[in-house]
T-cell receptor, first 116, second 116 residues
Framework: AQKITQTQPGMFVQEKEAVTLDCTYD???????LFWYKQPSSGEMIFLIY??????QNATEGRYSLNFQKARKSANLVISASQLGDSAMYFC?????????????FGKGTRLSVIA | GAVVSQHPSWVICKSGTSVKIECRSL??????MFWYRQFPKQSLMLMAT?????????EQGVEKDKFLINHASLTLSTLTVTSAHPEDSSFYIC????????????FGEGSRLTVL
């Protein structure tokens, strides 16, 4: 079974508008971390935001916020005031357990296109 | 600046030759590094976990004799694609954990391999 599901292969958003990228996850481990990365066409992986399973509040980092709904096992990324430079692939990822020596498992990604 | 450096960024080789990709942690020690592979328009798939001073742990379906991983020091892990074939053409990207509180993975710039 897929551990990370991103159901939107592609999304379009008007510049300066907000956009939500969906992510659902599947784990039976009570301790886990959820991540969002941005991958522009150059290929580099850029860390955006992190949410721990025990965090009470939704994570925020500048224009990025994570809408964490634990009961629904969803961790949607919200980008506010979209910019042309936000056009890229976005990957949701999860690490299970407390150890930092376990790898991240990635979803299939969502390609975001920001329109002027 | 970059905390994980990968080299080379691009490599083209003939079928049957071997290619070595280096992944270095800058200014920190990485006992564990992860190697991922990404085919065009697809997600990152974990290939193996590289452990300093011991054998790498390979994911199911990844040939350990074909993808040789050496993690001889706390700052360097190498991936050697032996007897490369066109189907090995892909984007290879390494990562190493840095942040203790979040377990955020920093990634190298990636290496794009094209086998002719």
């Amino acid at each position: 079974a897929q551990k990370i599901t991103q159901t939107q292969p592609g999304m379009f958003v008007q510049e300066k508008e907000a956009v939500t990228l969906d992510c659902t996850y599947d784990t039976s481990d009570p301790s886990y971390g959820l991540f969002w990365y941005k991958q522009p066409s150059s290929g580099e992986m850029i860390f955006l935001i992190y949410q721990g399973s025990y965090d009470q509040q939704n994570a925020t980092e500048g224009r990025y916020s994570l809408n964490f709904q634990k009961a629904r096992k969803s961790a949607n990324l919200v980008i506010s005031a979209s910019q042309l430079g936000d056009s890229a692939m976005y990957f949701c990822a999860m690490r299970e357990g407390r150890s930092g020596n376990t790898p991240l498992v990635f979803g299939k990604g969502t390609r975001l296109s920001v329109i002027a | 600046g970059a905390v994980v450096s990968q080299h080379p960024s691009w490599v083209i080789c003939k079928s049957g030759t071997s290619v070595k990709i280096e992944c270095r942690s800058l200014d920190f020690q990485a006992t564990t590094m992860f190697w991922y592979r990404q085919f065009p328009k697809q997600s990152l798939m974990l290939m193996a976990t590289s452990n300093e001073g011991s054998k790498a742990t390979y994911e199911q379906g990844v040939e350990k004799d074909k993808f040789l991983i050496n993690h001889a020091s706390l700052t360097l892990s190498t991936l050697t694609v032996t007897s490369a074939h066109p189907e090995d053409s892909s984007f290879y990207i390494c990562s190493a954990r840095v942040q203790m509180n979040t377990g955020e993975l920093f990634f190298g710039e990636g290496s794009r391999l094209t086998v002719l």
